[in-house]
């Protein structure tokens, strides 16, 4: 079974007190890559930064053109890097510098099950909808 893993996507909408708010999903293997926003966490995080509404809706939307967009080229990203795993994490390090520093993203953690459709929302429905407390 081959390896997938996650990471978050975050917001920092104030660099100096360290606040973060997650308000997406990226989880991949060696074929495929998967991302998911929550709107819910999205219009929080459009209130907490100043002009929020313009650089979520344009991160969100460059994240996901992207990975859409190359969706073949990242596969064959994967398939040909998948032996060091560099190539997700430095994408991710381009985007979060690209955004400086409002844009940040989770260290990679591994996941023990296959990447299916299912799984896929079942981790993301346990991250960002199923919250109580």
């Keep these: 079974m081959p390896k997938s893993y996650y990471t978050l996507i975050k917001i920092v909408p104030n660099h100096i007190s360290g606040d973060k708010l997650s308000i997406g999903l990226i989880v991949f293997d060696e074929k495929n890559i998967k991302i998911k926003f929550s709107a819910e966490r999205q219009n929080i995080a459009r209130r907490l930064i100043n002009n929020g509404s313009d650089t979520i809706a ?9 990975l859409k967009d190359g969706a073949q080229k990242l596969r064959e990203k994967v398939v040909v890097k998948s032996q060091d795993g560099q190539w997700i994490a430095n994408y991710m390090d381009y985007l979060q510098r690209y955004s400086n520093g409002t844009l940040q993203f ?7 099950e296959e990447l299916t459709d299912q799984n896929f929302e079942k981790l993301f429905q ?8």
């Design 58 to 66: 344009y991160v969100s939307h460059q994240i996901e053109k992207n």
């Design 126 to 133: 346990s991250l960002f909808e199923n919250t109580s407390g």
């Design 106 to 112: 989770s260290e990679p953690r591994l996941i023990t």
